[in-house]
């Protein structure tokens, strides 16, 4: 035998090198597939990060100064402290009660059915979200008449002190059903047998918690739930604006709804340094995130024939008296807790099936049906433009951004070995440009954009979506291109890309990420609401046309109820559609 095989014995020659994916492709093919993305998002979101410190931090009297400047308004104070709530409280919220919800659905014969339900809300902007919990709380509304029976007199939500937490209530609303549905697939990922394991090794229900359940995915689930609702908290500008009565945050302020009616967000040195405050606030949930995401452990798929974690309770006739009662107590909390889920999307539907005047003098339950509301809104409304427009400028932002950000995140994922600092600050300045929220670098975008020539109205709102979009994309293309089979790609090298087989695996394990960056950029798009304010000037996306070019909410809530469910179908459908993959994208490949 020589070096461990026998004299004769055939062995492949491989000279691409070490088995690692890390040897192709060649620093500068990769430097030029991630140059794009490199200028836009560098131009788009970076460069003006860094002109936002320099104004916030450094400029005028320093962060200290500036910011006590700033704090000298009393709703400047009142937005600090709600955005420190919203960045806090709802993400722990949400990843709470959804695992709760995760493990309590994975006991359910119906638990699959349940979690689709739940992950609807997810998928309609928020600007909906806001008119379903405003029309909720309106004196014709069942939610007062519920409330007051409780309360034992009349509630007013969204007129009183408690309209940040009405808000908060129905966020969590809206985003619970995703957080669910990624803990079900982590769970359904688990093997049975790690339980088993523990439990023979003597361990106890803390130990069965730790080591087959948070060690093995539930941590970075948690992580990358929290990290993804902290991102959607930053846009809360837009339910703000839908829900308060005022149509302009002031109920409810929170630092985005501030920073926008500044005539040019950032653009002095107080404005600038509540910027640099937020942006410190976001970084510190996005290191909270991170802390937890990365774990050796498989994606998020069970093998065929590999039982559920939590597999259903099959009946059998030894069943007790006891273990019914529980059954029906859990359905009897399921009906009622899907009742009250469906009430905010019930009275919506039903309020745009009346006629205007019917749906503004009385409750939707007490009015004859009629598609009125409807030929009101697509005849008297600028809508049919807005959802032209909304849709074309979601097409043409999603294809843009799936071309520059796949093949940056695949030469980002096989850069050369020299190369790994540079890679892992690319990934670090990623999750920095992915968190900035548009109303903090308006300003400076603006400045960037009139730079470039670019007219201002569709053109100028479709670059503002790219560089906004394009980080989130490129991170979630990159969990993907890292969960491919290292010998899969250096099979597809070694053949010069004429074998479908190693083709087919490598795109098999990419189409999760590819499908997840699609339908995030989609949707972000078409539920927009604050860069067509800041950026449209005389385009006027989906949502702004809906909270303000519908009339008085009184008087015009029926079309404006038709509208919303117009704008809610085409995200709910895709999302449902493509929850699996969606699910799937967004936690693959984070381990490796």
Known sequence: PVAGRLLGECAVVDDLGPPARTRMPPTGAAGLLLAPVAVLITAGVLGPVGWLLWQGAVAGDGLVGNLTTAAASATVRAAIGNTVLWALLVPLAVTVFGYLAA????????GRAVTVVLLAPVAAPLVVTGVAARLLDDPRGLGPAVLGLVAGGGVDLLGSGLVTAALMVAFV?????????????????????????????????????????????????????FVLVSLATSQVFDLVLAATPDLDGGSAPVLSTVLWQESAPGGRPAGAALGVLWLL???????????????????????????????????????????EVARLARRTVAVIGGTLWAMPVVALAATSLHAPADAAATGWWASPLSLASYRHLLSATPVVGALRDTALLAVVVTVLVLLAAVPAAAALTWLPVRAGRFGAAV????????????????????????????????????????????????????????????????????????ERGPLRVVATAVAPAVVASTVLAAVRVWNDLAVGLLFGSGHRPLGAVLVFGTGPFDTSVGPLAAGCVLAAAPPLVLVLATRRLLVRGLLGGAGR
Not at 296 to 319: F, V
């Open 103 to 110: 493990v309590a659905s994975a006991r359910s014969r119906h």
């Open 173 to 225: 609303w809206a985003w619970f059903g995703l957080a669910t549905a990624m803990f079900r697939t982590a769970l359904d990922a688990i093997p049975r047998g790690l339980v088993d394991v523990v439990r023979a090794n003597g361990g106890t229900w803390r130990d069965v918690a730790m080591d087959a359940l948070w060690r093995p995915l539930l941590r970075r689930t948690s992580a990358v739930v």
């Open 281 to 323: 606030m976001i970084l510190a949930g996005l290191a909270l995130g991170v802390f937890g995401y990365r774990q050796s452990w498989p994606t998020p798929s069970r093998p065929a024939g590999e039982p559920a974690l939590l597999a259903p309770r099959q009946r059998t006739e030894q069943t007790t008296r006891r273990g």
């Open 427 to 498: 990934v670090g300045a990623l999750a920095v440009a992915a968190v900035v929220p548009v109303q903090m670098i308006a300003g400076p975008l603006a400045a960037v954009l009139r730079w470039t020539g670019l007219p201002v109205g569709l053109p100028s709102c479709a670059a503002a979506h790219l560089v906004l979009c394009l980080p989130l994309a490129v991170l979630v293309l990159l969990g993907g291109f890292r969960a491919v089979p290292e010998a899969a790609v250096r099979r597809v090298v070694a053949t010069g890309w004429r």
